[in-house]
Each structure stands twice: as C-alpha cells, then as structure tokens.
Nanobody
C-alpha cells in the first residue's frame, strides 16, 4: 500500500499563496490517480483536486481558477499550489490515491492550512 506524507501547510493572510507537497513511499508513475482532500471543523472531508497518471486534472468549483494540482512521477511527488486564499479554505489537507479512497483506506496526518487576518 502506498504511504503518503503531506507537508507545506501554515498560517497565511487572505489573498496569499501556499504550496502543499505530498511525498509517496513508492513509484506512482502509470499507477495511481491522486487527489487532494480537505476537512474543515465539523465538516465532512471533500475532494479539492484530482490528477490522473497522465496529468489530466479536475477541481472543485470552490477552488477552480485559484488552485493548481501537479505531479512529478519521477520524484513520487504531488503538489497543490494555492493562490488567492480565502478564510473558507481553512482546513486540514490530505492527499490520497483513488484506490485507497474507494476502498475506505486510512488517511495520513495531513497538513493544516489556516487563512486568517
């Protein structure tokens, strides 16, 4: 099973930018589609962005035009570039594979993103 570790979260002002990183324990080239998810207090975890093995992307309406998901298969890394951040983006962000999510697999520690003035 692929192990994923998120990093890059922090406190940022509204309108600011932040880049999240996700490191995989094994090769992901031609193997998995990956997604970034987030969970705010008292809210259900939701999909933010998804990227296939070939780089096709999908975004939630709430972040489209502001967030960009990308991957570097050679480095086993997935990224989420977040621009024009809003207070409602505040949440713990997680990365995971489609397979793990579909099977109800475990989630990692995630990384906290707080947008506040």
């Amino acid at each position: 099973q692929v192990q994923l570790v998120e990093s890059g979260g922090g406190l940022v002002q509204p309108g600011g930018s932040l880049t999240l990183s996700c490191a995989a324990s094994e090769r992901i080239f031609s193997s998995y589609a990956l997604g970034w998810y987030r969970q705010a207090p008292r809210k259900q975890r939701e999909l933010v962005a998804r990227i296939t093995t070939r780089g096709s992307t999908l975004y939630a309406d709430s972040v489209k035009g502001r967030f960009t998901i990308s991957r570097d298969n050679a480095k086993n890394m997935v990224y989420l570039q977040m621009n024009s951040l809003k207070p409602e983006d505040t949440a713990v962000y997680y990365c995971n594979t489609d397979t793990a999510v579909g099977l109800g697999g475990s989630w990692g520690r995630g990384t906290q993103v707080t947008v506040s003035s």
